[in-house]
Structure formats: C-alpha cells, structure tokens
C-alpha cells in the first residue's frame, strides 16, 4: 500500500497569510494526488485533481503542485471559510489512501 | 445538482449487521464509478469500497474483504453497502463519493451516516 504523510499536522494562520501544506508518497504517485477540504461537521470538498487541476467552482487561492513523491496544495490569501482539516489523496493503485489531514486554525 | 443521500446508520452490537444505502442525483448515476469512504470519529478518511459503472469490477480494503460488501442498482439510482460480522474499528461515518479507480477522485460526496458497533 501507498503511505500518504502529510506536514505539518497542523498550524495556525491569520486571514490574509499565504499557506503551504505538503504531501509525501511513499513511492511515486506521478501527478495522480488529489486535495480535499473539511469543514467541521461536514463531508470532504474536492479541491484539487490530478496534482495541479482546480475543480470547478474552487476559488483560484488554491494551486496545487508536485509530481512523483512530493508534492504541495497552497492557499494564497487565507480566508476565514478556510479553516478547516485538508486531506491529500493518491489516486495511483488501490488501496485508495489519504494523508492523516492538515487542521488549518485561526491564529 | 449533484446530490448524494445516504441513510441506514445507526446502533449496532458486535457481530452484526447493517445495510447502507446512497441514492443518487443530478447526474447518470450507471456513467460512474461509486465509492464508500468512512471516517471514524475524531480520525481521517479511509477509502473503503469502489464499484464500476456495470457491477463487474470491486475493489476493497483489506480490513473489510469478507465482511463488508458494495453493490448498486443502476435502474434505482442507488449504491449500497452490505456489513456483516460488524466490529468496533468499522464505528465510523459513512460517505457515498462519485468517483472510484479509473477517475481516482472522489468529486462529490454524500453528508454520510453514522455508524456506531457497541454493545
């Protein structure tokens, strides 16, 4: 199985920071990593598709980047609806695995 | 609109079993891959169960093979999840996801339902 760890667990933001939160495989995934955002309470967004690729409707902050192993999802200018835990997931073999989730807190 | 409903959570003593359902809408439900994802409380997401679109390919995680079983009525827009031989470590919510193996995202999601083994 493909091992996701993300980095850090968690950290805290002001409004308006630029945040970065990465995603290592534990073997290479090419470009098939996903990101999904989590609110409290409610069920996972997709974010971003296929390394890089914005989902529809998904405000242009977010960018994601990387291929083979590394790879990283930047929000540019926190807003306060993004705090919430986000989760990368390899789409590259079964079993589907997720990254242990990044809880973005206010500062 | 994408909508994904699932229903049939609830209360179940080790070693039981409970039946999950999904219904889809706002898309050709038999055009996709269908997934169940669960997170235990207070945990992460776990990928759980992924059917194709005709029923002729599942896959699974190991720690369910055996007990828990996907399946899908395309004519009733719906996903199902069979679990038997229920324990504590399956106590989790739920999720019904569009998408699977051959899109590998999961771009739409149900509001899940939980389910708890106690006794």
């Known amino acids: 199985d493909i091992q996701m760890t993300q980095s850090p667990s968690s950290l805290s933001a002001s409004v308006g920071d630029r945040v970065t939160i990465t995603c290592r495989a534990s073997q290479s995934i090419s470009s098939y990593l996903n990101w999904y955002q989590q609110r409290p309470g409610k069920a996972p967004k997709l974010l971003i598709y296929d390394a890089s690729s914005l989902q529809s409707g998904v405000p242009s902050r977010f960018s994601g980047s990387g291929s083979g192993t590394d790879f990283t999802l930047t929000i540019s200018s926190l807003q306060p609806e993004d705090f919430a835990t986000y989760y990368c997931q390899q789409s590259s073999s079964t079993p589907r695995t997720f990254g242990q989730g990044t809880k973005v807190e206010i500062k | 609109e994408v909508q994904l409903v699932e229903s049939g959570g609830g209360l179940v003593q080790p070693g039981g079993s409970l039946r999950l359902s999904c219904v889809a809408s706002g898309f050709t439900f038999s055009n996709y891959w269908m997934s169940w994802v669960r997170q235990a409380p207070g945990k992460g997401l776990e990928w759980v169960a992924s059917?194709?679109?005709?029923?002729?390919?599942?896959y699974y995680v190991d720690s369910v093979k055996g007990r828990l079983t996907i399946s899908r009525d395309n004519a009733k827009n719906s996903l199902y999840l069979q679990m038997n031989s229920l324990r504590a470590e399956d106590t989790a919510v739920y999720y019904c996801?569009?998408?699977?193996?051959?899109?590998?995202?999961?771009?739409?999601w149900g509001q899940g339902t939980l389910v708890t083994v106690s006794s």
């Open positions: 059917m194709n679109q005709g029923a002729s390919e599942k």
């Open positions: 996801a569009r998408g699977g193996v051959t899109a590998g995202r999961f771009d739409y």
